[in-house]
């Protein structure tokens, strides 16, 4: 039954959870590589910045797995 339930829950999350997490990984990877070989005040800022977005979509992720267990 359990099995059952977990495909329930996953066919219940909107596709566009997906879209935007991955959509955020490549960002944030490019911007992690860049501040490692040039730690200047910009790529700092635009890793956290990339970091921030992932960590956003992340979160709406987390967001929409409360709602499936509560109603689950």
Not at 23 to 49: H, K, S
Not at 51 to 57: K, Y
Request: net charge negative; aromatic share 2%; hydrophobic share 45%.
């Amino acid at each position: 039954m359990a099995g059952k339930r977990s495909n329930d829950q996953r066919a219940a999350l909107d596709p566009s959870l997906r879209e935007r997490v991955v959509g955020r990984i490549e960002p944030f990877v490019d911007a992690l590589d860049a501040a490692a070989v040039n730690p200047e005040p910009e790529t700092i800022d635009d890793l956290q910045e990339a970091a921030d977005e992932l960590m956003r979509a992340i979160a709406r992720v987390m967001l929409e797995l409360g709602r499936l267990s509560d109603h689950g």
